[in-house]
């Protein structure tokens, strides 16, 4: 009997400081929920300590359902949300007409007003003002025209190195355009953060602090700088706005700078198109004129030899008449003295040997004639043909392009092929020659100034939505996008503090419950061996049953 009780007041005993130790991880959860409801920023209401204390239930993700309340009682009392920082103004409701006339009273952006703002990469919501909203229009139209110069400059830049429109250099300018797009956006809408440190140190030293004192608002953190530029009305200057994206600038000025040269360039040649192709023509000219000259020595032997043949066949043709009347004389010999008596069979007279001799002599005169007639014939031409193959030499050899046998040279198969080398369409590099011989010929300064006044506007329009990012860091859609930024971070760290608590505390809790089922254990344990009766029992427990 007195070890039932015994055993009875044990588990009582037990029961009690289970319940204890739930009551108190009650109260831990209602305390961590209180501290993330502070850690948001926002007033504690008498609601939120009510849900909190009443039973708030935690879910896996550890305390951000808890968050999610607190921001939701956050916006029933009035306040506004950490992630709306600067989208709502206090104060100001809404107006009726706001679809028409905009939040601020003013008119609302067209489409295309919509349409540039996006092109800039703003958010609309943050836009404050119509100066700011017209600002990011004017900013959406600055890229769009980067972008299309971009598109047109990559276009006329393969057509002059190319020497002819192809299609597929639209798709080349459009690609570079979407480049250059994406590239000027994500500079003009890079944000200032600022630096993030001195907020979460912040947040840190303020998830130390009690209720009490947190009731003293925060505010952000200012060098003596902007504490003066705050007081002369200027905006603070954004921290890591210089040296930290000096790189990124630094790259965007390099590829203007190369894109303005070289796009320059096949403009400049674009605009004095008709002054370059003049000098390359006369150029080409000049080079085909040499290469003529170069041609017209190397058919010399060939005309030479024609020459040779030409006086060969003339003085064939004299050989022959000569040696006609050689035997037209020597027949005439014979045949005088057979009929004179003086030779031949001595008889004077004529008769059968006269005949023969005469005949003889007939056809001898008949060849001579023939002889002297074709040499008569012949000699003028071959004395033409002679005189022009000994100009063409003489031409040729005296490099006079203007005449007959040059002609010739120019006609037959390497004279065209000279022609179609040197009179090709221009590429770049014969254009660019061209230009440097055209501008080293001109003493105009205003001709001088074209190739670098083109250039110097190519960069200057490439760098505009760069420049808009310099010259005017100081931008009320800027501090808004810091403000939030600084009040996301804020509430990030509070409330990562805040979990790092909860798990803390979980893990305590997690210790305490294994000790005190071991000391349960133990006192059980204990119990049994201080207050055992079953050895008076006949029927023993087995080994490793326990007792009844």
Request: charged share 25%.
């Amino acid at each position: 009997m007195d070890s039932a009780n015994a055993r009875r007041n044990g588990r009582q005993d037990n029961r009690i400081r289970v319940e204890k130790d739930s009551a108190s991880l009650d109260s831990a959860a209602a305390s961590d929920t209180e501290d993330r409801a502070e850690d948001t920023g926002a007033p504690t209401t008498p609601g939120r300590r009510a849900g909190s204390s009443g039973g708030s239930t935690h879910d896996g993700a550890g305390g951000h359902g808890t968050a999610r309340a607190a921001r939701r009682a956050d916006a029933e009392a009035g306040g506004a949300p950490i992630d709306r920082i600067g989208r709502t103004r206090p104060g100001t409701t809404r107006p009726e007409n706001a679809r028409r006339d905009g939040s601020d009273g003013a008119r609302a952006p067209s489409r295309v007003e919509r349409a540039m703002i996006w092109v800039s990469g703003y958010d609309p919501a943050l836009l404050a003002t119509a100066v700011e909203r017209y600002r990011a229009v004017c900013a959406g139209v600055l890229v769009l025209l980067v972008s299309a110069l971009a598109a047109f400059g990559v276009t006329v830049l393969l057509w002059t190195v190319v020497g002819g429109f192809r299609f597929w250099f639209l798709a080349a300018g459009a690609g570079w355009a979407t480049v250059v797009f994406w590239v000027d956006r994500s500079i003009l809408v890079e944000p200032h953060y600022g630096n993030l440190r001195d907020t979460d140190a912040e947040a840190d030293r303020r998830s130390e602090q009690s209720t009490a004192e947190l009731r003293t608002p925060w505010p952000p953190h200012e060098s003596e700088a902007d504490e003066k530029r705050t007081r002369r009305g200027r905006m603070p200057r954004p921290s890591g706005a210089g040296a930290s994206r000096i790189v990124v600038y630094a790259a965007r000025v390099l590829l203007a700078v190369a894109v303005a040269f070289l796009v320059g360039e096949a403009l400049v040649l674009a605009v004095l198109h008709p002054e370059v192709m003049s000098v390359w023509r006369a150029t080409a000219e000049q080079d085909y004129r040499s290469e003529l000259l170069e041609l017209g020595p190397k058919r010399v032997p060939g005309l030479q030899r024609q020459l040779a043949g030409v006086n060969d066949t003339l003085a064939a043709k004299t050989t022959a008449r000569d040696t006609a009347k050689t035997e037209r004389d020597r027949a005439y010999a014979i045949y005088n003295e057979e009929l004179n008596g003086t030779g031949g069979t001595g008889v004077p007279g004529r008769g059968r040997e006269e005949g023969d001799a005469q005949a003889k002599y007939t056809h001898a005169e008949a060849q001579l004639t023939a002889a002297q007639q074709e040499l008569d014939r012949a000699t003028p031409i071959l004395r033409g043909q002679a005189a022009g193959l000994e100009q063409q030499i003489k031409d040729l050899s005296g490099g006079a392009i203007d005449s007959d046998a040059m002609k010739a040279v120019a006609d037959d198969d390497a004279g065209r092929a000279a022609w179609e080398r040197t009179h090709a369409r221009p590429g770049w590099v014969e254009q660019e020659k061209a230009l440097e011989t055209y501008l080293s010929r001109q003493d105009s300064w205003f001709v001088l100034a074209v190739p670098w006044v083109l250039r110097v506007l190519l960069l200057s329009v490439d760098l505009l939505p760069l420049s808009l990012k310099l010259l005017t860091p100081h931008t009320v859609i800027g501090a808004r996008i810091r403000d939030q930024a600084l009040a996301v971070r804020y509430d990030d760290r509070r409330l990562l503090r805040s979990r790092l608590r909860h798990l803390d505390r979980s893990a305590a809790l997690r210790d305490h419950d294994e000790g005190l089922a071991a000391r349960l254990r133990y006192d059980t344990q204990s119990f049994y061996f201080h207050n055992r009766t079953d050895h008076l029992n006949p029927r023993r427990p087995r080994d490793g049953q326990q007792p009844t």
